[in-house]
């Protein structure tokens, strides 16, 4: 949604196509949270737009968190030295049993609980 880099957009937009194409997508509550509220508050997208693609998200998997996510995430957070944000994002990942997890927030090729982060943008 973020009109300010043309080319990430388009690489972000590509990924979400494939994905979904190949019925190997996964999205968690959290994204979904997070997504609605960047796009609302930081990119200027009108609330039932943003609603509106949060709902064509639902067609992934979608990872709800609980409070044992939560859990295993400080535990990940603490023994990786990340945030407990993004340790949410990873424990998530892993508990759908995801081989890789895109993200520009995480540093490209590390491994964390058997999931390996891969940052899109980065060339």
């Given at each position: 949604?973020?009109?300010?880099?043309?080319?990430?957009?388009?690489?972000?937009?590509?990924?979400?196509?494939?994905?979904?194409?190949?019925?190997?997508?996964?999205?968690?509550?959290?994204?979904?949270?997070?997504?609605?509220?960047?796009?609302?508050?930081?990119?200027?997208?009108?609330?039932?737009?943003?609603k509106s693609i949060v709902h064509s998200f639902e067609n992934m998997e979608v990872v709800r968190i609980d409070p044992y996510l939560i859990r295993e995430a400080i535990d990940a957070s603490i023994l990786?030295?990340?945030?407990?944000?993004?340790?949410?994002?990873?424990?998530?990942?892993?508990?759908?049993?995801?081989?890789?997890?895109?993200?520009?927030?995480?540093?490209?090729?590390?491994?964390?609980?058997?999931?390996?982060?891969?940052?899109?943008?980065?060339?």
């Amino acid at each position: 949604m973020d009109e300010n880099d043309k080319d990430q957009q388009k690489i972000a937009r590509k990924i979400v196509q494939n994905v979904t194409e190949q019925d190997t997508s996964v999205i968690s509550t959290q994204i979904l949270q997070e997504f609605y509220v960047a796009s609302t508050s930081e990119l200027g997208v009108q609330p039932l737009l943003a609603k509106s693609i949060v709902h064509s998200f639902e067609n992934m998997e979608v990872v709800r968190i609980d409070p044992y996510l939560i859990r295993e995430a400080i535990d990940a957070s603490i023994l990786n030295q990340i945030s407990f944000w993004d340790s949410l994002v990873v424990v998530a990942a892993e508990s759908a049993k995801c081989e890789k997890l895109y993200t520009e927030d995480l540093n490209a090729g590390q491994i964390i609980r058997g999931v390996k982060i891969e940052n899109p943008f980065h060339t």
